[in-house]
């Protein structure tokens, strides 16, 4: 399977970043699903598989540490990329450390997205539901 297709989780409290990345996304051809905050997307993920969950950094009640930390407990193998317009090292090198693929900073440049994606995905499966 080509990029079209797979799916892909967008998790972000600001809704013109949430849907304006989603909307890049579809054009690119993923199948595009997207959520206010960390609780919403593990609601989802109990109903859905993805292929990558990105993840805005700051989000209120559950930041994407702490989510990423959930994502990994639940629903291991899944492929996450964080961005965020506020981060600096140590949020970077505790993401990395908790297995995201990449660390993006806000504003995002397309190309660099679609580079990573486009190398992440590559021969990359739906990972096995735990539940």
């Known amino acids: 399977m080509g990029q079209r297709g797979r799916r892909v989780l967008v998790v972000d409290d600001e809704e013109n970043a949430r849907l304006g990345l989603s909307k890049i996304l579809e054009m690119d051809g993923y199948r595009v699903h997207s959520v206010a905050n960390g609780q919403e997307a593990l609601d989802y993920l109990q109903q859905q598989r993805v292929h990558v969950v990105i993840s805005d950094l700051q989000m209120p009640e559950m930041n994407g540490i702490s989510f990423l930390r959930e994502l990994n407990r639940n629903h291991p193998g899944t492929r996450f990329i964080m961005v965020t317009a506020h981060g600096g090292v140590e949020s970077y090198l505790e993401a990395i450390e908790l297995g995201a693929y990449e660390y993006i900073n806000k504003p ?21 539901t735990t539940h």
Do not use: T, Y
């Open 108 to 128: 995002i440049k397309l190309e660099e997205l679609r580079l990573v994606m486009k190398k992440m995905l590559k021969g990359h499966k739906l990972p096995k």
